[in-house]
């Protein structure tokens, strides 16, 4: 397999072209011939023309790559290495929603031949590629999974924003259905990893590595954020104890925050429904998650007592919230707890305004309700930073105090501020 891919006598296929999908799929093409599939022709016109729909790659970003854009599943057939790199989120129960994997597989079962291989790097549970998503493949194909094709799994490991640590800088777990699917998996991502590849001993091991990454995450938020709870009603400032705890040399440098995307804020659901399928509950890692999806009410409870304290009309009290998307400098708003933030304010009737230079009005409308003002006022309550952006970090304690009340507060949740507001009051987690 790896050799024909290598001679571009056949080609590799990635379904789910987003912010996983398609940075792999262009690495790919420098090397070998790709077919890049997504159901949505939308999107795959924007590619054609070299635009990402996600704004995380640049036009040159697509050039002098071999690669075909489509939806067509006859298109898709001509490949014989496939990746499935499609979201797996939670719905409202935070039970998780396993509908796009199981429609990639079902293409995948439409247009899989003998000796085809395939691949997911959706992350799951342990054991949902060879339980829940194989078999589909198996029942539409008629093809038998190790007898007429191979698999694995490889998580995806992309990080969106972040231009240091991308796909080939950053070691790639892989894992087959057996010995030989191993290697020829390994040899296949060695073609775009240059930090190289571990060989995970199954399939399981590879999904339960992935989970445990985000999962081990979560839990650091989740007790930066408790402490956080603590030091402020000890009126002691988070940050400073941080810094401070950080100069020995193997204290873990997490911050508190709100948890959101689509990878820290989910990836725990998967593993402690799995947990609950054997009868175990997942104590720890259950207690961790409800820290931090609470923490979007605990910044809005703090923000309505600041206002009732100073002006007690809290109907008339206008608060601007700064940055929507889920993390800093990137327009992604899956599954972002600013969104809760907002619902959390306008539960106690406050007038809310969002400003981001990233996030999508029209999109924010469609996913949460609410759009982002086109003026910033004069005349603000209360300002919360919710995520450092770079362009909020050019920011000075003028430009607040120009915004805002007089008895206005600046609550800079990730403490970008720290030391530097003077003219109003000052709040950070």
């Known amino acids: 397999m790896y050799q024909e891919l290598v001679d571009r006598k056949e080609k590799l296929a990635v379904i789910g072209l987003g ?62 290495f496939y990746i499935v790199a499609v979201p797996t989120p939670v719905d409202e129960h935070n039970v998780p929603d396993l509908t796009p994997i199981q429609k990639a597989s079902e293409t995948i079962g439409k247009v899989i031949k003998k000796g085809d291989y395939v691949v997911f790097e959706s992350t799951v549970y342990p054991g949902c590629t060879e339980e829940d998503c194989l078999p589909v493949i ?9 007898v007429d094709f191979k698999s694995g799994y490889s998580p995806e490991r992309i990080n969106p924003g972040d231009k240091q640590h991308t796909l080939s800088s950053i070691i790639k777990v892989v894992s087959g259905c ?15 990893v240059k930090a190289g590849v571990h060989r995970a001993s199954s399939i399981k091991v590879a999904e339960a590595a992935k989970i445990i990454e985000n999962t081990q995450r979560d839990l650091n938020i989740a007790l930066m954020n408790e402490l956080s709870i603590i030091f402020n009603m000890m009126n002691i400032n988070t940050f400073e104890v941080l810094e401070a705890a950080g ?52 910044v809005a409870k703090t923000v309505v007592q600041h206002i009732i304290k100073n002006s007690q009309d809290v109907k008339s009290a206008k608060v601007l919230v ?20 907002v619902k959390a304010l306008k539960s106690y009737y406050v007038n809310v305004d969002v400003e981001d230079p990233y996030a999508d009005s029209d999109e924010l409308q469609h996913e949460y309700g609410f759009g982002l003002t086109k003026t910033i006022d ?28 007089e008895h206005g507060m600046v609550a800079d949740l990730k403490g970008i501020y720290r030391n530097k507001i003077n003219n109003r009051t000052y709040w950070s987690l």
């Open 19 to 80: 912010y996983v999908g398609l940075p792999i799929a262009l690495e790919f093409a420098k090397k070998i011939s790709v077919i890049g599939f997504d159901i949505n022709p939308k999107r795959v016109e924007m590619m054609k023309q070299g635009i990402d729909p996600s704004n995380e790659l640049v036009k040159e970003d697509f050039e002098g790559c071999d690669i075909v854009f489509t939806d067509s599943l006859d298109v898709l057939k001509e490949a014989k």
């Open 378 to 405: 004069t005349d603000y309550d209360v300002v919360i930073i919710t995520v450092p952006h770079n362009e909020y970090k050019k920011l000075d304690d003028a430009y607040y105090a120009s915004i805002t009340k």
């Open 178 to 192: 057996d010995a030989e699917s191993l290697e020829e998996i390994a040899k296949v991502y060695e073609l775009v």
């Open 138 to 146: 198996e029942n539409l194909s008629g093809l038998k999974d190790k």
């Open 247 to 298: 100069t020995k040399w193997n204290f873990l440098k997490f911050q508190p925050g709100l948890v959101g995307g689509h990878c820290i804020g989910v990836d725990p659901y998967y593993l402690t429904y799995k947990a609950s399928e054997l009868g175990y509950d997942a104590e720890v890692i259950l207690a961790g998650r409800n820290i931090n999806d609470n923490m979007a009410k605990y």
């Open 322 to 341: 700064k940055g929507a998307t889920f993390k800093e400098n990137v327009s992604d708003i899956r599954n972002s707890k600013v969104a809760d933030v």
